[in-house]
T-cell receptor, first 110, second 115 residues
Framework: SQQGEEDPQALSIQEGENATMNCSYKTSINNLQWYRQNSGRGLVHLILIRSNEREKHSGRLRVTLDTSKKSSSLLITASRAADTASYFCATPEYGNKLVFGAGTILRVKS | DSGVTQTPKHLITATGQRVTLRCSPRSGDLSVYWYQQSLDQGLQFLIQYYNGEERAKGNILERFSAQQFPDLHSELNLSSLELGDSALYFC??????????????FGQGTRLTVV
């Protein structure tokens, strides 16, 4: 089952532009996490936002969470070619596993 | 480097065979998760172990099994392999019982190709 659904499926931008990805989920959550995956590699944790938080920053990343709309967004500012990757949101289900969305493929052109 | 080690990195085997994938979690992490990633199914949770005990089961086929040993490393056994089992298999670990409050750290994966 997939809890989170990312939007858009793919995004192509120029270096220096901002990239925004959205995630919607279905059930109540304790937290929501964003991960990055470079092609064929392992997933790297980016940021975790708890259900009582509305916004969180980490470097060039900004995550928002709207529990009333069951949605989250990930903003990458001043994107770089190295940001090219797939981005996944994930939510814990029954506290024992992370359920991932289908991901957004981001391509940053230099 | 996430601290999670998976071996082998690549595996090519024939249909009907059996393989074992190995995972060493980060030092201190008690939970190990196994995921399968394929193009058509995305990232699918297979199974979770905590301190040697099975804690959660996902979309894991009966042909697949896993265990976590006293030293906390884990193995995923895939038997009677079919072409459709070709995928990336990831192991992840976390310090918590579940993913309620902490992130998971992923290994680089084992790419299994069944021919």
């Amino acid at each position: 089952s997939q809890q989170g659904e990312e939007d858009p499926q793919a995004l192509s931008i120029q270096e220096g532009e901002n990239a925004t990805m959205n995630c919607s989920y279905k059930t109540s959550i304790n937290n929501l996490q964003w991960y990055r995956q470079n092609s064929g590699r392992g997933l790297v944790h980016l940021i975790l936002i708890r259900s009582n938080e509305r916004e969180k920053h980490s470097g060039r990343l900004r995550v928002t969470l709207d529990t009333s709309k069951k949605s989250s967004s990930l903003l990458i500012t001043a994107s770089r070619a190295a940001d090219t990757a797939s981005y996944f949101c994930a939510t814990p289900e029954y506290g024992n596993k992370l359920v991932f969305g289908a991901g957004t493929i981001l391509r940053v052109k230099s | 480097d996430s601290g999670v080690t998976q071996t082998p990195k690549h595996l090519i085997t024939a249909t009907g065979q059996r393989v074992t994938l190995r995972c060493s979690p980060r030092s201190g992490d008690l939970s190990v998760y196994w995921y399968q990633q394929s193009l058509d199914q995305g990232l699918q949770f297979l199974i979770q172990y905590y301190n040697g005990e099975e804690r959660a089961k996902g979309n894991i086929l009966e042909r697949f099994s896993a265990q976590q040993f006293p030293d906390l490393h884990s193995e995923l056994n895939l038997s009677s392999l079919e072409l459709g089992d070709s995928a990336l298999y990831f192991c992840a670990s976390s310090v918590d019982l579940g993913a309620m409050n902490t992130e998971a750290f992923f290994g680089q994966g084992t790419r299994l190709t069944v021919v």
